[in-house]
């Protein structure tokens, strides 16, 4: 498939979805949205693939909602909700919403923050598995300064990733925030400026060629899940899920790798 506003490519079973306006720091517009949710799925989809990079093209990761959007709906000609309603009913509506689809990716994603990052742009990255930065970048959650609120979610997210009132510092202050002070909250991990794309490609494909595909699978499910979960609830279906690995291909080579002291060969069986 091609896209108008994104990049695709997969190289050593990991697919590189690039945000791909670099001219406007890669600002999100309706056309991004569906895009993105139509490469994420072909990925899905794609059993060459064990796993998702999600990043920017040019000096920036995504600056936000398009300005112009923005200020059609300050004058009055757009409506901000006019991309529909979404489920609400059941435990899959959780990872059906117009970002936290990315949850229910059954592979790992991993956010590669090459550069500034604010508003929709970042919701997007906390919904990604794994966020790195690059060293020096800035993120803001931007809504506060706009006269807007806590979007798509992050009100909910955020405090889970790094604690109410480092939530509230970030959403209430929209202040800038570099990629160093947002690792010492534990929100991404920084990586050098210089060759950023590189490392995030090599940390994405450790994990997908060195890791079972069903195992990455099953355990990003069961950690989204467990957030709706009592303890014994998370315990019992890790107690399911564990019964069922020792009939699989990858348990058998699993163990048979570590013992040969080999490089696996896993199957996703």
Known sequence: MSWTELLYGVEDRVAAITLNRPDRLNAYT?????????AFAVADADESVRAIVLTGAGRGFCAGADMERLSSAAAGETDLRNDGEWPTEGLAANFAQRCSYILGVKK???AGINGPVAGIGLVLALYCDIRYMA????LTTAFARRGLIAEHGISWMLPRLIGP???MDLLL?????????????????VLPAEGFAQAVQARAAEIANLSSPRSTHIIKRQTYEALFQSLAEATAVANREQALCRDTEDFREGVAHYVEKRAPNFTGR
């Open 173 to 189: 202050s929209a202040r800038t925030v570099t990629a160093e002070e947002a690792a010492a909250m534990g929100l991404v991990r």
């Open 30 to 38: 309706a056309t991004m949205a569906a895009e993105l949710r139509s």
């Open 108 to 110: 790992p994603v991993v």
């Open 135 to 138: 060293a020096g970048a800035k």
């Open 165 to 167: 009132m480092n939530a």
